[in-house]
């Protein structure tokens, strides 16, 4: 039995998988660290990480014995549509207003697409927005697997659809709205505060999947108990920590327990005063 796992960088691990909710949760489940499948990348859109699912479907690692976590990214990713930029963050905002200011290899990229990136961007509706994520959960209902469906970000569908008959829990089948950037931006005091603000300030992101090492452990937990009673109600938003740090400085002792400062020391050469 596998741990598989399909998403963004929620789901990648970067640096240190010691405090990653793939690596704690696969501890959790007596699966070793060799046999967790991560296909997890970082600015990807969900079309790239379908793609993904569908060759693990058809390669010899599939098994039906495995555990297969599947976390929806955000929706207004496009498909990319060279092998080579597939780790690019899929044209976030690059039609909107800052497609001069991104670095000079992606507005390349961009510029070389442009007619299919307007012309998709242009066609984006909610039907268009959600369809793939339908036909994502009934693919993963019909598996022998036990699958978990997750959001990275906001809801998996529309709330209105979201009790859907389609999309209910079944047997082998949990879908979690779990909203996983709520939670990495509820860790920050000053909520006005995002992702790029890390960039800003450590000139990467210090934390696994986007997490304090606290949340790490809390989402590990979670999914550990959803998948061992086959109950998506043991995953709980309100047991998050919040409020953790402010940003205020480079170094202090919450960054140091929280981010695994001294592993990145060693990793990146990173300097903090």
């Given at each position: 039995m596998k741990l598989v796992l399909f998403g963004d960088s929620f789901v990648s691990i970067h640096l240190?998988?010691?405090?990653?909710?793939?690596?704690?949760?696969?501890?959790?489940?007596?699966?070793?660290?060799?046999?967790i499948l991560n296909f997890g990348k970082p600015g990807t859109g969900l079309d790239w990480s379908i793609c993904q699912f569908i060759s693990y479907l058809n390669?010899?690692?599939?098994n039906e014995n495995d555990i297969v976590i599947f976390v929806v990214t955000n929706h207004g990713r496009p498909p990319i549509m060279e092998n080579e930029n597939q780790s690019m963050s899929a044209g976030f905002g690059a039609y909107n207003n800052d497609i001069e200011n991104i670095p000079t290899n992606v507005k390349?990229?961009?510029?070389?697409?442009?007619?299919?990136?307007?012309?998709?961007?242009d066609l984006?509706?909610?039907?268009?927005?959600?369809?793939?994520?339908?036909?994502?959960?009934?693919?993963?209902?019909q598996l022998p697997n036990f699958t978990i469906?997750?959001?990275?970000?906001?809801?998996?569908?529309?709330?209105s659809q979201a009790n859907h008959i389609l999309l209910q829990n079944s047997d082998n089948f949990l879908k979690i709205e779990s909203d996983l950037i709520s939670i990495s931006k509820n860790e920050m005091m000053n909520k006005k505060l995002g992702l790029r603000d890390f960039y800003n300030y450590f000139d990467y992101e210090p934390r696994t999947c986007h997490m304090s090492n606290s949340n790490n452990i809390v989402l590990a937990d979670q999914l550990s108990k959803c998948i061992i009673n086959r109950n998506s109600s043991y995953f709980d938003k309100n047991s998050y920590h919040k409020n953790l740090y402010d940003l205020s400085s480079k170094y202090?002792?919450?960054?140091?327990?929280?981010?695994n400062l001294e592993t990145h020391r060693e990793k990146r050469n990173v300097k903090l005063v």
């Open positions: 240190d998988e010691t405090y990653s909710w793939p690596f704690l949760l696969a501890h959790n489940l007596n699966i070793s660290k060799d046999d390669s010899n690692d599939y390349q990229y961009y510029k070389k697409y442009d007619a299919f990136y307007r012309t998709w961007f984006q509706n909610d039907d268009m927005k959600y369809k793939d994520r339908w036909l994502l959960a009934l693919a993963l209902k469906l997750m959001s990275g970000f906001k809801d998996i569908v529309l709330p202090n002792n919450v960054f140091e327990k929280e981010f």
